[in-house]
């Protein structure tokens, strides 16, 4: 396997609870080869940026999706990266959620 179990975390920017939370957006598979999937039920804004960034915090992929407010599936291959650990960062409106 390329990468062991993956950490959720949550950062919230503002003062406002965010209407997401981390245990609404999964990476599958959990443990994977360097392709994988993000599955949400959907975003609080229509467009969201989801950028992937290497230990060092090169970023390897940054895309814009638009129509993220429904159940929301995501495609991603990683697999002609190095093998390390890799932090996927989705910036919805003010708020943004970290996995890595």
Known sequence: MRWSNLTISRLSTGINEADITS???????????????????GFNNPTINISI??????????DFVDDAT????KSVDLIGESIEVY????LNGQTIINKS
């Open 23 to 41: 245990s609404e957006i999964k990476l599958v598979p959990n443990q994977t080869n360097g392709s994988f999937e993000i599955r949400s039920n």
């Open 53 to 62: 960034r290497d230990i060092r915090g090169r970023i390897i992929s940054s």
């Open 70 to 73: 429904d159940n929301f599936n």
């Open 87 to 90: 932090f996927i960062t989705i």
